[in-house]
């Protein structure tokens, strides 16, 4: 069974280390797919693709080094407010690191009532580079 059509993808972006530590800086994009999975199921298949890439949160700290970090932002319209899953994403609005690869896909897209462009408006984009192909 197809789990996923990818329907747009972003460049990709070096950007700033988050949080505390000292580290490489990471490379953020961001995909729009249509999948028949329910955002349950789609988080699960996520984190088994981190899995595989050799990511073990037991070993890891918060916003420390990690090999890949899948994310969901935004399913539909849906809102879901768990620990295990959150829809949108509640540190969406605070992200430019998600909200520039996002804008540039979907700048349109309102999400909880704000479009993405506004909201990337409002951030600092500072130290965010996008990486061409050459
Ligand atoms: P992180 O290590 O920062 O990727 O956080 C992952 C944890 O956040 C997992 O335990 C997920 O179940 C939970 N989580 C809650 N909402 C989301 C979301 N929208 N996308 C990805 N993980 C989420």
């Given at each position: 069974?197809?789990?996923?059509?990818?329907?747009?993808?972003?460049?990709?972006?070096?950007?700033?280390?988050?949080?505390?530590?000292?580290?490489?800086?990471?490379?953020?994009?961001?995909?729009?797919?249509?999948?028949?999975?329910?955002?349950?199921?789609?988080?699960?298949?996520?984190?088994?693709?981190?899995?595989?890439?050799?990511?073990?949160?037991?070993?890891?700290?918060?916003?420390?080094?990690?090999?890949?970090?899948?994310?969901?932002?935004?399913?539909?319209?849906?809102?879901?407010?768990?620990?295990?899953?959150?829809l949108p994403h509640p540190r969406?609005?605070?992200?430019?690191?998600?909200?520039?690869?996002?804008?540039?896909?979907?700048p349109d897209r309102a999400i909880?009532?704000?479009?993405?462009?506004?909201?990337?408006?409002?951030?600092?984009?500072?130290?965010?580079?996008?990486?061409?192909?050459?």
């Amino acid at each position: 069974m197809t789990q996923a059509a990818l329907l747009a993808r972003s460049s990709d972006y070096v950007t700033p280390p988050w949080g505390d530590l000292e580290q490489a800086p990471f490379i953020n994009a961001c995909v729009e797919i249509d999948t028949p999975l329910d955002p349950h199921a789609l988080l699960f298949v996520l984190q088994k693709i981190e899995a595989k890439f050799g990511r073990d949160r037991a070993k890891e700290l918060r916003w420390g080094p990690r090999t890949l970090d899948l994310d969901l932002i935004a399913y539909d319209d849906v809102s879901i407010q768990k620990p295990e899953l959150t829809l949108p994403h509640p540190r969406l609005f605070e992200r430019a690191f998600v909200l520039v690869p996002l804008a540039e896909i979907s700048p349109d897209r309102a999400i909880g009532g704000r479009s993405v462009a506004s909201a990337l408006a409002g951030l600092s984009t500072d130290g965010i580079e996008r990486l061409t192909d050459d």
